[in-house]
């Protein structure tokens, strides 16, 4: 597993976080596109957001036939389905997930910044955990949802469970000289485990997926809670991870954009 405890590097500037401190989102696909239109402007803005029950999968799930009529069923039964615009696989949303959304304008390829934008925000993530006494680093974690190289986890090798999730999604800024670099912003997404049932989420996850015939399965026992790996957990803990995130977002810069 790679330590995330690193240096970020030469950077573009500071993150711009609202005064909200922690948004509400109804619909998780919705969250970033704010944020989309600021960093095309040449900002960079961050936002610590939470929705309510539910799943959100990508867009190739389209290829299964029950998909509309399982997201229905689960929608009645208190859990709406939600497609993105990005790859990778099935992630929950709900009570006790806190997600991270970075947002910024970058001049280099994606073949040259793709990885650095992966460790840059695995390394937000670490230096506000590692502040709350988690210790963690990055890796896959088999048997875990949306699993790849970048979770970000606890423990070791095959010991190792799954705290959060990362993703980026790329998009073309309009109308931009024909000459010249071209400029793109990058959304860089992470899915944090604070303190969600995490047997609950996994039985939505798993019966959907039961339900479309995907043969997929994800074990719970792969993922860990912030919750969980603190013995004094309470019920301040949602506030107190927030306020550990936004400092460490607040204390990164934005990575190299050029």
């Excluded at 099935?90 to 006790?96: A, I, R, Y």
Aim: with cysteine.
């Amino acid at each position: 597993m790679k330590n995330t405890d690193q240096s970020v590097g030469e950077t573009g500037g500071r993150f711009s976080l609202p005064p909200t401190r922690l948004t509400f989102c109804p619909d998780p696909t919705l969250a970033e596109d704010g944020l989309y239109a600021r960093a095309a402007d040449g900002e960079a803005v961050a936002l610590l957001w939470h929705s309510p029950q539910s799943l959100v999968v990508p867009g190739n799930y389209k290829h299964f036939a029950r998909l509309e009529t399982v997201s229905a069923e689960f929608a009645s039964a208190g859990c709406p389905v939600f497609l993105r615009r990005s790859g990778g696989g099935l992630v929950p949303q709900g009570p006790g997930i806190i997600n991270i959304s970075l947002a910024y304008p970058m001049w280099r390829t994606l073949g040259e910044a793709a990885g650095e934008v992966y460790e840059h925000l695995c390394a937000i993530l670490s230096d506000a955990l590692g502040d709350m006494g988690v210790p963690t680093g990055w890796q896959a974690v088999e048997g875990s949802f949306c699993d790849g190289r970048y979770n970000l986890a606890c423990g070791e090798g095959e010991g190792a469970r799954k705290i959060a999730g990362t993703a980026q999604y790329w998009r073309s800024v309009a109308n931009q000289p024909a000459d010249g670099p071209r400029c793109h912003v990058v959304l860089a997404h992470a899915v944090l485990l604070v303190d969600v049932d995490l047997t609950m989420a996994h039985q939505y996850a798993n019966r959907f997926e039961a339900a479309l015939g995907s043969g997929r399965f994800y074990q719970a026992a792969k993922t860990v809670s912030v919750a969980e790996m603190l013995s004094d957990a309470d019920r301040h803990l949602r506030d107190e991870t927030v306020d550990a995130l936004a400092a460490a977002i607040g204390r990164a810069g934005v990575p190299l954009q050029r």
